[in-house]
């Protein structure tokens, strides 16, 4: 397969522009995602090339654009609603939430609901608490909806064509601190599958679980870490809803030992559900407690230092992957 | 500089039969003949009949919850004709006190009870039909007729959407949302708002300080109207004029219908508690069965014996309904999982070959499915 190397942003866009040539039923719709290019210019050059009626600008108002791409969905178009943070989606909970999750149900299975949101979530850096939302743990206790958080190009260019396709609302979460991260990604068209995680790096010693931005810690925590004779199993999750819960047991049954990275805070976290499920389903084979590394409990900080040491990062990894290998190696 | 005026407005009042059963005939010119004065009458008879028939449901334990459209009848009929008349290629997006718009428009009636039963099933809208299920959160809708009518552009199609919600929603944000997308965008889609004074038990007047609801429509850029909501003929012209306006200009109408909720807010409610009967009793009078009987009895165009002939025809229908709803059988306890998805993940499947969580021990057999 020939590939090259594109950013996280162009990954996404050439995701998007693929289906839209294939598709005539989907549209992307947001603020600034038209004549200004994309906030962060992810749909640069999209309204060139498929015109004000597929890129279309919207009123500052995401309950508003939300709805609107709902009652489409349902019609049968396949809207891309870009909300220009994920922060912004809790004034559109009420659709997002009450009715893109539940109009397939409610409606006992007539009306679906293929719709992707997608923007970016988690900490921007030094944008504040209100606009650092991550929002996988409150999300994903809601069934009927999936969510998609991939970590690098190669990911969300997969992984945002098999959303565009799915027939369910699909959450897409991706970064502001990633999108000019640069990645291999082939030229030939292909497809990422909800709910399979993917083993970014072997090892025996510990079972390394994470998604989204902070598997990109996890490497590297990874990589230090085997200076030290500790191999981890490195799991990408790719998607939180479907939880390829699977995955997880194979490696926790190998290595015995489990650490969770999550970028949201520990209170009912996607960590939490990890480790829940972990130990319901495997508990004889822990030869240690799980560990989670999440945010501090506090809404994001401001300050540079104050977000820094609140996130995740590599020496939290790594001191937490030390105290569960700790007493035995 | 002299100051000059940059905007001013104004909002006309429609009404064109009056609740003694008169008409003004030329307002009424080219609206509705009489064999479809006759229809829309004997519709609003067997609506109210099946309101009535779906009160006492509830109140013998057969209905979980049901809100009366008793005495709204009119405006849904016009426009739900209106929307007939076109060949029912408008979406409608209703929210629950617009039953009889959804009847003309080829919602089968005994959906609605199953529904209110507490059905999902009620809401599986056979394919051809252009309506939404109903929606219970207040003003979610308007924001869906707005990406249905988006689409319809889009697609050109020719058709547009059309939107109830009662005089509370108009107090929630995505109302706003949705007229203001409506207008911005230039969409097809007519807003009708029924203003039934009552959101539960909160009166028009705490519900906002506009002198009109109508004008709020103005505001957003849109023609705007207030009609009355108990006349037939108002309802029909304005809601078919506002469908060609919202189709051939892509232009978004607003219509608020005065009417009055002759009934509690749901079965769940007591209106006598926070309501002046005196105040009820005038609206009574208003009642838009009795204004059109007036009238085609001012014709000759009605009878006792119809009247009796029609009181027996909404008995047979309404019974069948009410059989074909009672009917259906229950879901398959199994069933719970189908629908959350187009396809079922996983970890529901697992579910539900196990009727457990993981926490309640994996995998036990169970002899409950009857998948």
């Avoid at chain 1, 999209?46 to 015109?51: Q, S």
């Avoid at chain 1, 997608?118 to 030094?126: D, L, S």
């Avoid at chain 1, 490696?251 to 009912?268: E, H, I, Y």
Wanted: glycine residues 8%; proline residues 5%.
């Amino acid at each position: 397969m020939a590939t090259r190397v594109i950013q996280f942003r162009e990954a996404l866009r050439e995701a998007m522009t693929e289906e839209m040539r294939r598709d005539p039923r989907i549209f992307l719709m947001g603020e600034e995602v038209a004549q200004y290019n994309g906030a962060y210019k992810v749909s640069q050059g999209m309204l060139e090339e498929f015109g004000p009626q597929r890129i279309i600008d919207a009123p500052i108002s995401e309950n508003g654009f939300a709805g609107l791409g709902i009652g489409a969905a349902m019609y049968g178009l396949r809207p891309i609603i870009e909300f220009m943070s994920w922060s912004f989606s809790l004034v559109a909970a009420d659709q997002i939430l009450n009715n893109a999750a539940k109009m397939l149900y409610m409606s006992g299975g007539q009306w679906g609901c293929p719709i992707v949101f997608r923007g970016n979530n988690g900490a921007g850096g030094q944008l504040g608490s209100t606009h650092s939302w991550c929002v996988e743990a409150l999300y994903s206790n809601v069934p009927g909806l999936k969510i998609a958080i991939p970590s690098c190009p190669y990911d969300a260019k997969g992984l945002l064509k098999t959303a565009i396709r799915d027939p369910d609302p699909v959450f897409f979460l991706e970064s502001e601190r990633m999108l000019g991260d640069k990645g291999e990604v082939p030229e030939e068209e292909y497809t990422i599958p909800f709910g399979q995680a993917i083993l970014r790096r072997e090892g025996s010693d510990v079972t390394l679980v994470s998604f989204g931005r902070p598997v990109n810690f996890c490497m590297e925590a990874a990589d230090e870490l085997l200076q030290d004779g500790i191999a981890c199993d490195v799991l990408d999750m790719r998607t939180v809803r479907p939880l390829d819960i699977d995955a997880i047991i194979a490696s926790v049954k190998k290595t015995n030992r489990l650490v969770v990275v999550d970028q949201s805070w520990p209170f009912a976290s996607v960590a939490t559900e990890v480790i829940t499920q972990t130990i319901e389903r495997a508990f004889d084979h822990l030869d240690h407690e799980p560990v989670r590394v999440n945010t501090d409990d506090v809404p994001t900080p401001y300050a540079k230092n104050l977000e820094m040491e609140y996130l995740p990062n590599k020496g939290k990894i790594i001191a937490a992957v030390k105290s569960v290998v700790g007493t035995t190696v | 500089m002299p100051k000059k005026t940059v905007y001013s407005a104004k909002i006309e009042h429609i009404q064109i039969l009056d609740e003694q059963g008169k008409l003004d005939a030329s307002l009424a010119k080219d609206t509705l003949k009489d064999d479809e004065v006759v229809f829309l009458y004997e519709q609003m008879s067997i609506s109210r009949h099946y309101d009535e028939i779906a009160f006492k449901l509830q109140r013998s334990g057969r209905m979980g919850t049901y809100p009366q459209n008793k005495g709204q009848e009119a405006g849904p009929a016009g426009a739900g004709y209106a929307i007939k008349k076109r060949g029912s290629i408008d979406w409608i997006c209703p929210c629950y006190r617009e039953n009889l718009a959804l009847f003309l428009n080829g919602m089968p009636m005994e959906h609605i009870l199953l529904h209110w039963m507490g059905d999902e099933r009620g809401n599986q809208i056979p394919p051809g039909v252009n309506i939404l299920p109903i929606a219970i959160p207040i003003g979610t809708q308007p924001l869906h007729a707005a990406g249905i009518a988006w689409a319809q552009k889009y697609q050109k199609t020719g058709a547009a959407a059309v939107t109830f919600f009662g005089d509370g929603a108009t107090s929630e944000g995505d109302v706003h949302e949705a007229m203001n997308f409506a207008s911005a965008l230039k969409l097809p889609v007519v807003f009708f708002c029924q203003n039934n004074f009552w959101a539960i038990s909160v009166p028009r007047e705490v519900q906002t300080g506009s002198e009109t609801i109508a004008q709020k429509g103005l505001a957003y850029g849109m023609p705007s109207y207030q009609i009355d909501g108990n006349d037939i003929f108002a309802s029909y012209k304005t809601v078919r004029d506002a469908l060609k306006t919202a189709v051939e200009d892509n232009q978004p109408v607003f219509i608020e219908a005065i009417t009055y909720r002759l009934g509690d807010h749901t079965t769940a409610d007591d209106a006598r508690r926070y309501r002046d009967e005196k105040i009820v009793e005038q609206w009574r009078k208003k009642d838009p069965l009795i204004r059109t009987r007036k009238y085609l009895e001012s014709k000759k165009m009605w009878s006792d014996k119809k009247q009796a002939e029609l009181e027996a025809k909404a008995k047979e229908l309404v019974d069948g309904v009410v059989k074909r709803a009672e009917g259906i059988a229950t879901p398959a306890i199994g069933d719970i999982f189908d629908y959350s998805y187009a396809e079922l993940p996983a970890e529901l499947v697992r579910q539900r070959e196990s009727m457990r969580t993981a926490s309640l021990n994996e995998y036990p057999v169970t002899e409950t499915l009857r998948r």
